[in-house]
């Protein structure tokens, strides 16, 4: 029996399957995805959580139920990435409160 009442490790693995399976289907310019010029330039907290915001209000919305349950993913994908722009914009200041 699982530990896990709502199936989450189940939900985490295809979670991984999705996001892996995102990195052949991105547009990219000699493999350099757009994302990554959009974080290289500093917007990398405010395009993940505008992109949670938009699919999280396209819930429902748009398509079938399997492309709801689609929203959902993409909203935890960002959701990554947006703590990967936290963690990496604090982490950063830490280090440079030290040498200060």
């Known amino acids: ?9 189940k939900i985490l693995k295809e979670l991984y399957d ?9 547009y990219s310019m000699n493999n350099i ?8 330039a500093g917007h990398g907290a405010g ?3 505008g992109n949670i915001i938009k699919y999280a209000q396209r819930y429902g919305k748009k ?11 993409k909203v ?6 947006a703590l990967h722009v936290h963690d990496t914009q604090f982490n950063n200041e830490e280090n440079d409160n030290e040498h200060q």
């Open 63 to 73: 398509g079938t139920p399997e492309d709801y349950r689609k929203d959902i993913l």
């Open 18 to 26: 999705y996001v892996s399976a995102t990195y052949g289907e991105h």
């Open 76 to 81: 935890l994908h960002y959701g990554i990435m």
């Open 47 to 49: 395009f993940t959580i």
């Open 1 to 9: 029996m699982s530990k896990f009442k709502y199936n989450e490790d």
């Open 33 to 40: 995805q757009s994302t990554e010029f959009i974080m290289d």
